[in-house]
């Protein structure tokens, strides 16, 4: 795998990051609720794309600390983007069987020996239970248990923020997303995918726009 972090400058947002690697030759291969994947040149890296999400950091510290374990994808490189996005750049993966997926995720929640040091490093989801507005629990879809080129079994995407929780607060108390999440770190909420759970409803982007921008400024008036 040959990554050059350059092709991305600095300070880009999710639009811009797509735009420089599609541009480098990096082709659309996917999209979920949260974000989109890019696929490298020479097929041997994904790039996932989001315009907003609170959990990458976490989930950029699980593979980086159970890098060891080689049940993780590895990370070439994760980089929050401008307005609360988040790029991971990872080894290419292959999806799996789905019992293949449901044993993995067994052997986590039961603490199996052969998974014993993914679960205890997998103890960076306490910290984000601690730190993270609205972060849901360890995710069990089977779709996040992947094949590595190398043939070995990895688990992505563990950690996540939960979405209907976070998103039905912005909708219907726009102060308290407001006051919990700083406005650099989610301008671009409302320009998910929603892939799978979606789409979004017509005018809904704005309506939740308009009830943030809002509320914002309420609370410059009662901190002014």
Known sequence: MTWSGGVLGTAVDHT???RLLVTAGWTPCGAGDWAIALRSPDGAMAARISPFDPAGPYTAALYR???????VPVLVEHRRLTGGGDLQVMEWLQPVPADEADAFHRAIAAGAPEVAELVRVCRVHERARLELPWCGPLDTNPSNVMRAADGRPVVADLFYADGPALYETAATRPDVLVARIP??????LTEIPLTSSGPWKPGEQAALRAAIAAAEARREVTTT
């Open 16 to 18: 811009e990051a797509k």
């Open 65 to 71: 600390e159970a890098a060891h374990t080689r049940q």
């Open 183 to 188: 406005e650099p770190e989610r301008r671009f």
